[in-house]
């Protein structure tokens, strides 16, 4: 069935080699790209961020994000699209933020996670802003068509706050979360029984550097240790380490590669590679909230040294941004963004495919050939 949809996918493919791409050699960067594919040209809504993919049971992509007026706009609802005959789905709403008294709050990081043989799951936040928002949660039995009613989680539970949880070997579903009510910290949701019930692990400790971080997402390198990779407000990306599924966790400490504090994903390969998708961007001094361009692509063996293998998308105009990357059946990598908080985007990678290049000292690798634009004034943007 995947192998049927990378073949569509692949007809309506965008070019890669654009008389920009050309000019500044980013094919240099792009060896083992087989698609890519906006999810719409058009909308019923101006904005749009923050993606999310599952893999359904019978071999279907499905895709979500949020879209609306503008980010924090109480019309922002969750929109989903499916991958089919060749293409994606027109988007449409699977949740608002609608409350039972009829206050209208907007909507915001949805996160898809696809139970083996059992329903699709759809979390998402609710309220005003990150500091006040409570997690809900609604459930797909046919792969993203229909939805079920909508489900508060929990007193005290969110849900994953961007990135996917993962299931682990010794049955527990684990979900990456965060809060942001006051200073950054970040927290687990496990679940023994795939998502009827919940209990919280963390937050965990900030550590010496005092990491102000949120939205982790987690790397299993077997056997019970695990990983993550977080935004943060400290110029690099954050990791910390647990050695028992999740029960407890080491302190943050920085790691060895820079971070915008933007979102990024990662997932680990049936290979036992670490994938991670995130701005290569370290930020002025002065500001650590920097431009969301390029969007970059590194693989680990030990998630402590890193390789450069791909530039997904750069140029003068910011906002390549707040990506998620699955792997499929098939052993192809799957990667969403936002593109220009304009239109959402699909890349399909063969990770056979790639060059790999070291990252040294947290800085990107020079390619002869390849010249990285020059950035238009960066404004900062939301979330």
Not at 74 to 95: F, L, N
Not at 108 to 126: E, R, S
Not at 311 to 320: G, M, N, T, V
Request: proline residues 8%; charged residues 25%.
């Amino acid at each position: 069935m995947m192998k049927k949809i990378i073949g569509a996918i692949g007809v309506l493919a965008i070019s890669f080699f654009s008389s920009y791409a050309q000019d500044h050699g980013l094919e240099k960067w792009q060896k083992g790209i087989v698609s890519e594919q906006f999810v719409y040209e058009k909308a019923d809504f101006p904005s749009c961020h923050s993606a999310t993919l599952a893999e359904t049971s019978p071999g279907e992509l499905v895709y979500a994000f949020f879209g609306g007026t503008r980010e924090r706009h109480p019309d922002v609802e969750i929109y989903v699209s499916k991958y089919k005959d060749g293409q994606w789905s027109h988007p449409k709403s699977a949740a608002d933020g609608i409350d039972t008294d009829g206050t209208r709050y907007p909507t915001w990081n949805p996160v898809l996670f696809q139970i083996p043989d059992g329903d699709l799951l759809l979390f998402y936040k609710v309220g005003p802003k990150p500091s006040e928002w409570w997690g809900m949660l609604k459930r797909s039995k046919d792969g993203g068509e229909t939805w079920s009613e909508a489900e508060k989680l929990p007193e005290g539970i969110l849900g994953p706050i961007k990135n996917k949880p993962i299931l682990l070997d010794n049955g527990n579903l684990i979900a990456p979360s965060s809060t942001e009510g006051n200073g950054w910290h970040i927290h687990f949701e496990v679940s023994p029984d795939l998502g009827k019930t919940w209990y919280k692990v963390g937050p965990i400790e900030r550590g010496d550097d005092d990491m102000d971080a949120i939205q982790p997402s987690i790397l299993d390198h077997g056997k019970g240790k695990l990983q993550i990779l977080a935004r943060t407000r400290n110029w690099a990306l954050a990791t910390a380490w647990s050695y028992d599924y999740g029960e407890t966790w080491t302190p943050l400490e920085k790691s060895g590669l820079p971070n915008n504090n933007s979102g990024t994903d990662a997932v680990t390969m049936k290979n036992g590679q670490h994938v991670l998708v995130y701005n290569h961007v370290l930020p002025p001094p002065e500001h650590p909230k920097g431009k969301r361009t390029p969007l970059n692509v590194s693989v680990s063996k030990n998630g402590k040294d890193w390789d450069a293998v791909l530039i997904l998308e750069d140029s003068p105009i910011s906002q390549y941004s707040y990506p998620a990357v699955i792997q499929t059946q098939d052993g192809l990598l799957h990667f969403a963004y936002t593109w220009r908080r304009e239109k959402m985007k699909h890349v399909v990678v063969n990770p056979k495919k790639w060059k790999k290049r070291k990252i040294k000292k947290g800085e990107w690798p020079k390619v002869k050939g390849y010249i990285q634009p020059e950035m238009e004034e960066y404004i900062p943007e939301e979330k």
